[in-house]
């Protein structure tokens, strides 16, 4: 076999091969970003599955009887400061959590529900007529 010709096919393979290097950084971002946004989700996280789900429930959206929705209009109008005081100092039937939560996972509950809140919004001006 003629070594040049040889040479010629691969070259298909090496483009390939170049196209890959350029798609992998926006994969890697989009993993990047799934990964980063994964932990910003109320639901998903463990802290809030633990002590705050069985009366908010699964999803945040309240329960009967229970808490209320942490996605309401209401709690949308809750500031973060008036939101971490509820939930360190409790309000209601609501016990506190200073103690119980760090002011970490405290913080992260805060910043989840606010997350929550300007999704709630976003749907609800997008489905504004
Ligand atoms: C024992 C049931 C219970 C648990 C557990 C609980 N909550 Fe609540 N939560 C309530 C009730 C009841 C209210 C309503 C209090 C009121 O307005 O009198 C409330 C209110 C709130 C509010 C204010 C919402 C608003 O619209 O004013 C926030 C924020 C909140 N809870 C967050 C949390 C977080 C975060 C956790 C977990 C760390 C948690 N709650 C755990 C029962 C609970």
């Given at each position: 076999m003629n070594p040049l010709k040889r040479s010629w096919t691969r070259k298909p393979p090496m483009t390939k091969l170049n196209s890959l290097v350029i798609i992998c950084p926006f994969l890697l971002a989009n993993i990047l970003l799934f990964a980063q946004t994964q932990p910003s989700n109320l639901a998903s996280n463990p802290v809030f599955q633990k002590s705050c789900a069985k009366c908010h429930g699964k999803t945040a959206d309240g329960r009967f009887m229970g808490g209320p929705s942490l996605v309401s209009?209401?709690?949308?109008?809750?500031?973060?400061?008036?939101?971490r005081n509820i939930i360190t100092n409790g309000k209601g039937r609501m016990p506190k959590y200073a103690g119980k939560l760090s002011p970490e996972e405290i913080d992260t509950l805060v910043q989840q529900i606010k997350v929550q809140q300007i999704k709630v919004q976003q749907i609800k001006s997008m489905t504004r007529k």
């Open positions: 209009t209401r709690a949308t109008s809750a500031s973060a400061d008036d939101l």
